[in-house]
């Protein structure tokens, strides 16, 4: 029976027009051939009903004192099952109110009250987990959520790293069948649907909420706080050098510098130095390397006010990393501001570099995720990473990701496999555009290395790069405000 209410419920929003197939922007910025627009849900007030009942269905507990709706398609379901159930109900606000109390949840409630979330369609889970954050800021427990549509795209994983159960009323793979089965779809409408679905099925959450006292700073957001805003939010040192760099040169563009030449190396430097932030090296691919290349590179560093990044990928355990940092042909640690460094360890390979540092100013930038295909590092890698770094951040400043591993401000992400053409190379790597690494995926800094070191005029690339970066920060800022 349940299965027949619901195959009326799909049929009659297929009817009203909430399901919709063409080609629609999601709020990330994908494109996807299937878009549901509930909406309008509110001029169907009986559909309404229906669809408010099955959600309570699939969820329903005497566990919960409260509910809340994730603003705002969900708040008119959430209203429903409030009254109906006589469970109280709770209303997040998109935005602080900047009169009269200022609050950003309205209701009554107790600190510790269970409060279930309403959700109509869930992709990344992204919505779903920024009313979280400010329910639990607020110190109520809120670990369940129900969502009419799961649109298999990520979203329950991604939400149950954050300790979050998301239960769905119905999926997309069931919506395309039921749709197919009474002859409202084609065969090839299905296929398609179901194939973006699959190859768009890896989504992350970006956080983008306004504030947080999470970190005892006082700190505003990630991704919503200027880089001049937070240069007072981090401790560190180069933390603080690298984002001032990025305010007077209006920079967050790294370029990944994968030439194999001294003389190509330190040409590009020359070029694009006054357009990035970061010059970022694979040492050990330069087939001429000398003490001279590094007295060069740390000129071109001087000399256009750059941070120089050794890609390096520390993995090893501490003893070993403390050598490989500081001894051999390359002496890492004398002339790199940053390296990289994988987690995979544990926190010993950060205990390893920090005891090579000899009072030098040092710092690295954790791996948490690769942008290659087939990469390893899974959410729970990435919530691990994100830990290892609140616990040494005295010398981690951030991390090399796909998305936003870490709301802290202190924290800067860096993003790599970005070209302008999104084409992939044949060896696993992924790109996506400037203005998507920063404004869907969250990046502080773009990392570019063949888009620039393969183009005909280095320079002008370099340009354009930094722009599209910059110009993408600052939307996302005023978008966020
Ligand atoms: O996940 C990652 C991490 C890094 S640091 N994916 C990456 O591609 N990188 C590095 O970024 C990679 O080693 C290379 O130096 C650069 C990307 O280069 P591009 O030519 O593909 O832009």
Not at 48 to 61: F, R, T, Y
Not at 395 to 422: K, N
Request: proline share 2%; hydrophobic share 40%; net charge negative.
């Amino acid at each position: 029976m349940a299965t027949s209410t619901l195959e009326k419920v799909v049929l009659e929003l297929h009817e009203i027009g909430v399901v919709k197939f063409g080609s629609f922007t999601l709020k990330s910025g994908m494109q996807s051939p299937v878009y549901f627009d509930l909406r309008i849900i509110v001029s169907y007030p009986k559909l309404l009903e229906s669809v408010s009942e099955l959600l309570w269905e699939a969820k329903k507990s005497s566990g919960y004192q409260q509910i809340c709706g994730v603003p705002y398609t969900a708040l008119p379901i959430a209203t429903v099952i409030s009254t109906k159930q006589n469970l109280p109900m709770l209303i997040k606000r998109k935005e602080s109110k900047s009169y009269g109390t200022k609050k950003i949840v309205e209701g009554v409630f107790k600190e510790g009250e269970k409060c279930l979330i309403i959700e109509d369609v869930i992709v990344s889970g992204s919505s779903v987990y920024e009313t979280v954050e400010t329910l639990r800021e607020l110190n109520l427990a809120c670990e369940e959520a129900v969502v009419f549509l799961d649109r298999e795209q990520g979203g329950s994983a991604n939400l149950a790293a954050m300790g979050i159960n998301a239960t769905s009323v119905v999926n997309i793979t069931q919506v395309m069948q039921i749709l197919h089965k009474h002859g409202r779809i084609n065969q090839a409408t299905v296929d398609s649907c179901l194939e973006f679905i699959n190859s768009n099925n890896d989504t992350s959450i970006v956080a983008n909420k306004k504030t947080s006292t999470k970190n005892g700073l006082g700190a505003t957001e990630r991704v919503s706080a200027t880089f001049e805003a937070r240069i007072s939010t981090t401790n560190h040192p180069l933390a603080r050098k690298l984002l001032e760099i990025m305010v007077a040169k209006k920079t967050n563009l790294c370029i990944a510098a994968d030439v194999s030449t001294t003389k190509e190396l330190i040409t590009l430097a020359d070029n694009v130095g006054p357009h990035v932030c970061i010059f970022k090296t694979h040492i050990d691919i330069i087939s001429d390397f000398s003490d001279d290349t590094l007295k060069q590179l740390q000129g071109m560093a001087t000399k256009h006010n750059f941070m120089l990044m050794e890609d390096r990928k520390f993995g090893d355990i501490g003893a070993t990393v403390a050598n490989q940092y500081s001894s051999g042909v390359y002496k890492i640690v004398e002339w790199a501001d940053l390296v990289t460094v994988h987690a995979l360890p544990g926190d010993g390979v950060i205990k390893g570099l920090v005891s090579a540092v000899n009072g030098r100013s040092r710092g690295c930038v954790l791996v948490a995720e690769m942008s290659s295909q087939g990469a390893l590092t899974n959410t729970d890698y990435v919530k691990n990473s994100s830990k290892i770094a609140e616990d040494h951040t005295y010398f981690v400043m951030g991390f090399v990701a796909q998305g936003s591993v870490s709301d802290d401000p202190r924290f800067l992400l860096m993003t790599p496999g970005v070209q302008m053409e999104v084409l992939n190379d044949n060896l696993g790597q992924q790109y996506v555009t400037p203005h998507a690494a920063v404004m869907d995926k969250g990046a502080d800094i773009i990392i570019v290395g063949r888009g620039i070191t393969k183009a005909e005029d280095q320079v002008d690339a370099a340009v354009q790069y930094k722009e599209a970066a910059y110009n993408a920060y600052l939307e996302r800022v005023k978008q966020l405000q």
